[in-house]
């Protein structure tokens, strides 16, 4: 018996597929990026690398020195305390900022009312922390007749400037940061409404309480995001610049308790014009970067939890 | 319904886009056929910005064939600018130069010698006052301002506390006696004012202090000028003020550089350069304030006193056909009364001496104050002072952290001095 097979019905087209010229017009509407990125960002980051193993003062042409200014790192005090400076900052500002931003998340996500007020609010000191406005604002709150002070008069306390102080100085500054935590909250938050509400319901009639919700449901289900913040800010952390610039007038005092790496990297360029120092030392916290993200990523294993693990 | 095609939008956009960019060269190079465009780079505040940008247009209405590009910034903001400007070879035609780098622009050929251009009037000069601007015996930058260490006072508190501040001629005009009215008065007045700001860190002071020890703040060979016991005798001075309630603490006054509108009704007196008090009294416009000059020291050498002026250049890479243009509008920056008059004289007193005693009709009495205090210095004997040397440019800085690590008793006085001079030698050497 003759069978006929019957060809399965194809989903008609709407347009042929014309590979080269639809490649062709992508092209040109990539090219403003790809001039962008090539003359920009991929350029100068090569150029940086060259400079980094050259002498070269920005006013004559570069000298190849070989591994100098790397070298010459060893015996930089004001390197060394750059990097003591930085990494006490992100050390203490990401955990208290994701912290602080999980907490008011975790807030807000109670369906309070006027919750769009209050995102709005707690977001705006991200856009304004690093602005001249909030340098002031700081000098207002933490100088010698500063609120802060004022307020600790009030029981006794006197205190000088705390920006002045270098014991405090990079305090206040951990602080600012903080208080910009309006970034990280809107990502947990957009990372709590993507957690089953059925998990709760099934918790409570299990006879969980708040805590125990938080910590074995909350927590193990927002761990991506903790940990997308937690890259995002420690990256961040690392190259926090205009704050310090403002707050300490560029000099990174008092005493150079306010040095940041990045800050650092900016006196040698543009007020030492040892800009090959600057990009060798620009490399060595590119590299700090990537290996500090890097082991982010290999203890992410072990607390990260993904839907599909 | 005629649809384009997204090949021939792409093609009439760029048809376009060529045909307005073609349109809009043409019109420039009509436009600059007519006109001479002169770049003029400078710094300073927002009020400077605006006086300079009236004198501007006032020039550009008497020369209709010269067109002023006004590049203004902010201090570090200039130094930043200039910093990439100068590799790319597109520096403003005439410009300011930053106390710190007129040697380090000078070892990189960047002043186009002025020697070179006839059209800059300089006739108001004598022969001793140019040999004066001269760097390593050439023309090649021009001063436009003067100014000079003082000592500053605000007399309406002196008088009101009963206190007569000695004249600068005054036998008793001495460092220590400052010192004992500062203290005196910190103790005595009913306002609880204290007799100075924490002025450690003000420069010219300090250079005047190096040179009535008989040291110099740079040398002719471009390194250091200064010991570790003159710079220790400075920060001890400062000190003794500061822990006898004299001088006001960096905390109080917000860091080394005391902010004078935080300051200013706070202390009787400040030290500092000359043209200070234009801007600074204008803060206060209720007080009357007074200049003298530094306090002497015994045994003090002949020849101490030094007046500091701020430079503008000509751009070395300028093109030939510009170099008349900006001579006329360097003429008009250092040579018109009516010029500085518009712009003010919060940079110093005209150094031209005819402009000079011109303004003296038009001067505010802070003006009047500052004038006249310049004129007796300018009269004064002088030994010659040099410019700051490539690598000089973080002094001031390493100065601050040292008064830091003094006032915060991170580090004794001898060892900070020590250190500033150590860390200032090694970016000099560096540089070298």
Same mark, same amino acid.
């Given at each position: 018996?003759?069978?006929?097979?019957?060809?399965?019905?194809?989903?008609?087209?709407?347009?042929r597929?014309?590979?080269?010229?639809?490649?062709?017009?992508?092209?040109?509407?990539?090219?403003?990026?790809?001039?962008?990125?090539?003359l920009i960002?991929?350029?100068?980051?090569?150029?940086?690398?060259?400079?980094?193993?050259?002498?070269?003062?920005?006013?004559?042409?570069p000298?190849?020195?070989?591994?100098?200014?790397?070298?010459?790192?060893?015996?930089?005090?004001?390197?060394?305390?750059?990097?003591?400076?930085?990494?006490?900052?992100?050390?203490?500002?990401?955990?208290?900022?994701?912290?602080?931003?999980?907490?008011?998340a975790?807030?807000?996500?109670?369906?309070?009312?006027?919750?769009?007020?209050?995102?709005?609010?707690y977001?705006l000191?991200?856009?304004?922390?690093?602005?001249?406005?909030?340098?002031?604002?700081?000098r207002?709150?933490?100088?010698?007749?500063?609120?802060?002070?004022?307020?600790?008069?009030?029981?006794?306390?006197?205190?000088?400037?705390?920006?002045?102080?270098?014991?405090t100085?990079?305090?206040?500054?951990?602080?600012?940061?903080?208080?910009?935590?309006?970034?990280?909250?809107?990502?947990?938050?957009?990372?709590?409404?993507?957690?089953?509400?059925?998990?709760?319901?099934?918790?409570?009639?299990?006879?969980?309480?708040?805590?125990?919700?938080f910590?074995?449901?909350?927590?193990?289900?927002?761990?991506?995001?903790?940990?997308?913040?937690?890259?995002?800010?420690?990256?961040?952390?690392?190259?926090?610049?205009?704050?310090?610039?403002?707050?300490?007038?560029?000099?990174?005092?008092?005493?150079?308790?306010?040095?940041?790496?990045?800050?650092?990297?900016?006196?040698?360029?543009?007020?030492?014009?040892?800009?090959?120092?600057?990009?060798?030392?620009?490399?060595?916290?590119?590299?700090?970067?990537a290996?500090?993200?890097?082991?982010?990523?290999?203890?992410?294993?072990?607390?990260?939890?993904?839907?599909?693990? | 319904?005629?649809?384009?095609?997204?090949?021939?939008?792409i093609?009439?956009?760029?048809?376009?886009?060529?045909?307005?960019?073609?349109?809009?060269?043409?019109?420039?190079?009509?436009?600059?056929?007519?006109?001479?465009?002169?770049?003029?780079?400078?710094?300073?505040?927002?009020?400077?910005?605006?006086?300079?940008?009236?004198?501007?247009?006032?020039?550009?209405?008497?020369?209709?064939?010269?067109?002023v590009?006004?590049?203004?910034?902010?201090?570090?903001?200039?130094?930043?600018?200039?910093?990439?400007?100068?590799?790319?070879?597109?520096?403003?035609?005439?410009?300011?130069?930053?106390?710190?780098?007129?040697?380090?622009?000078?070892?990189?050929?960047?002043?186009?010698?002025?020697?070179?251009?006839?059209?800059?009037?300089?006739?108001?000069?004598?022969?001793?006052?140019?040999?004066?601007?001269?760097?390593?015996?050439?023309?090649?930058?021009?001063?436009?301002?003067?100014?000079?260490?003082?000592?500053?006072?605000?007399?309406?508190?002196?008088?009101?506390?009963?206190?007569?501040?000695?004249?600068?001629?005054?036998? &008793?005009?001495?460092?220590?006696?400052?010192?004992?009215?500062?203290?005196?008065?910190?103790?005595?007045?009913?306002?609880?004012?204290?007799?100075?700001?924490?002025?450690?860190?003000?420069?010219?002071?300090?250079?005047?202090?190096?040179?009535?020890?008989?040291?110099?703040?740079?040398?002719?060979?471009?390194?250091?000028?200064?010991?570790?016991?003159?710079?220790?005798?400075?920060?001890?001075?400062?000190?003794?003020?500061?822990?006898? *309630?004299?001088?006001?603490?960096?905390?109080?006054?917000?860091?080394?550089?005391?902010?004078?509108?935080?300051i200013?009704?706070?202390?009787?007196?400040?030290?500092?350069?000359?043209?200070?008090?234009? &801007?600074?009294?204008?803060?206060?416009?209720?007080y009357?304030?007074?200049?003298?000059?530094?306090?002497?020291?015994?045994?003090?050498?002949?020849?101490?006193?030094?007046?500091?002026?701020?430079?503008?250049?000509?751009?070395?890479?300028?093109?030939?056909?510009?170099?008349?243009?900006?001579?006329?509008?360097?003429?008009?920056?250092?040579?018109?009364?009516?010029?500085?008059?518009?712009?003010?004289?919060?940079? *110093?007193?005209?150094?031209?001496?005819?402009?000079?005693?011109?303004?003296?009709?038009?001067?505010?009495?802070?003006?009047?104050?500052?004038?006249?205090?310049?004129?007796?210095?300018?009269?004064?004997?002088?030994?010659?002072?040099?410019?700051?040397?490539?690598?000089?440019?973080?002094?001031?800085?390493?100065m601050?952290?040292?008064?830091?690590?003094?006032?915060?008793?991170?580090?004794?006085?001898m060892?900070?001095?020590?250190?500033?001079?150590?860390?200032?030698?090694?970016?000099?050497?560096?540089?070298?």
């Amino acid at each position: 018996m003759a069978t006929t097979v019957e060809k399965t019905p194809q989903p008609e087209t709407r347009q042929r597929y014309r590979p080269e010229r639809q490649d062709g017009v992508a092209h040109v509407f990539m090219t403003p990026w790809l001039l962008g990125f090539v003359l920009i960002t991929a350029l100068p980051l090569f150029a940086s690398l060259y400079l980094a193993f050259t002498d070269y003062d920005i006013l004559s042409p570069p000298e190849f020195i070989g591994f100098e200014n790397f070298t010459r790192m060893v015996d930089d005090d004001r390197f060394w305390s750059a990097i003591s400076v930085t990494l006490r900052y992100v050390v203490f500002s990401v955990p208290l900022q994701l912290g602080f931003a999980l907490l008011l998340a975790v807030l807000l996500d109670r369906g309070l009312s006027g919750l769009a007020f209050y995102r709005g609010g707690y977001y705006l000191p991200s856009l304004l922390g690093t602005s001249v406005a909030v340098a002031v604002l700081w000098r207002q709150l933490f100088g010698h007749d500063g609120l802060v002070n004022l307020a600790l008069g009030q029981f006794g306390i006197e205190m000088d400037s705390w920006l002045q102080n270098p014991d405090t100085a990079l305090s206040t500054l951990i602080i600012l940061n903080v208080w910009t935590f309006g970034s990280p909250m809107v990502i947990f938050l957009a990372g709590l409404r993507q957690i089953p509400y059925d998990l709760y319901e099934a918790a409570r009639v299990d006879g969980a309480g708040l805590l125990r919700q938080f910590f074995n449901i909350t927590i193990p289900l927002l761990t991506p995001i903790i940990f997308f913040n937690l890259i995002l800010q420690t990256i961040g952390a690392f190259q926090t610049f205009n704050q310090a610039y403002i707050i300490s007038g560029g000099t990174g005092g008092p005493v150079d308790s306010t040095l940041f790496y990045t800050l650092y990297i900016y006196r040698q360029a543009f007020l030492s014009y040892d800009m090959g120092y600057a990009s060798a030392l620009a490399w060595v916290l590119m590299l700090a970067i990537a290996l500090v993200t890097a082991i982010h990523f290999l203890l992410s294993r072990y607390w990260v939890f993904y839907g599909d693990d | 319904m005629y649809r384009t095609s997204r090949r021939g939008l792409i093609k009439s956009t760029a048809a376009l886009t060529l045909g307005a960019a073609a349109l809009n060269r043409s019109v420039s190079h009509s436009s600059a056929q007519e006109k001479t465009t002169i770049r003029y780079g400078w710094w300073g505040g927002a009020e400077r910005q605006a006086n300079y940008t009236r004198a501007l247009e006032a020039f550009e209405a008497q020369n209709p064939d010269i067109d002023v590009e006004p590049e203004p910034a902010e201090y570090a903001a200039f130094q930043e600018r200039m910093t990439t400007q100068i590799p790319a070879g597109n520096v403003a035609e005439l410009f300011w130069i930053a106390s710190p780098q007129v040697l380090t622009y000078a070892a990189n050929d960047l002043y186009r010698p002025l020697d070179t251009v006839p059209t800059l009037d300089l006739s108001d000069y004598d022969a001793a006052l140019l040999d004066s601007f001269r760097l390593s015996g050439n023309l090649n930058t021009m001063p436009f301002a003067i100014f000079a260490p003082v000592f500053r006072f605000n007399e309406t508190f002196a008088t009101e506390a009963g206190l007569t501040v000695p004249d600068a001629s005054s036998p &008793d005009w001495t460092w220590d006696a400052l010192a004992q009215l500062l203290i005196d008065y910190s103790a005595n007045n009913p306002s609880g004012r204290r007799g100075t700001a924490y002025n450690a860190h003000a420069d010219l002071p300090f250079e005047a202090w190096l040179r009535q020890r008989g040291e110099q703040l740079w040398t002719e060979e471009g390194t250091a000028g200064f010991t570790v016991d003159s710079v220790a005798a400075w920060f001890d001075w400062w000190e003794n003020l500061r822990r006898a *309630g004299a001088a006001l603490s960096l905390s109080e006054q917000d860091g080394p550089s005391a902010d004078w509108q935080l300051i200013g009704d706070t202390v009787l007196a400040n030290m500092g350069n000359s043209n200070h008090i234009v &801007d600074d009294s204008r803060s206060f416009p209720d007080y009357t304030f007074r200049q003298r000059a530094m306090p002497l020291m015994p045994g003090a050498p002949e020849g101490h006193k030094y007046l500091y002026t701020p430079r503008i250049a000509m751009y070395q890479g300028i093109e030939e056909n510009k170099v008349e243009a900006a001579a006329r509008l360097m003429n008009y920056n250092v040579n018109n009364t009516e010029f500085v008059r518009t712009t003010g004289m919060s940079l *110093g007193a005209p150094v031209n001496p005819r402009v000079r005693q011109e303004m003296l009709a038009f001067a505010s009495p802070a003006e009047t104050e500052m004038l006249t205090f310049v004129e007796a210095e300018t009269a004064a004997t002088r030994n010659p002072r040099f410019e700051a040397p490539p690598g000089s440019n973080t002094w001031r800085d390493v100065m601050a952290l040292a008064i830091e690590e003094i006032a915060n008793e991170q580090s004794t006085v001898m060892e900070a001095a020590q250190r500033m001079i150590d860390d200032i030698n090694a970016e000099i050497e560096r540089a070298r």
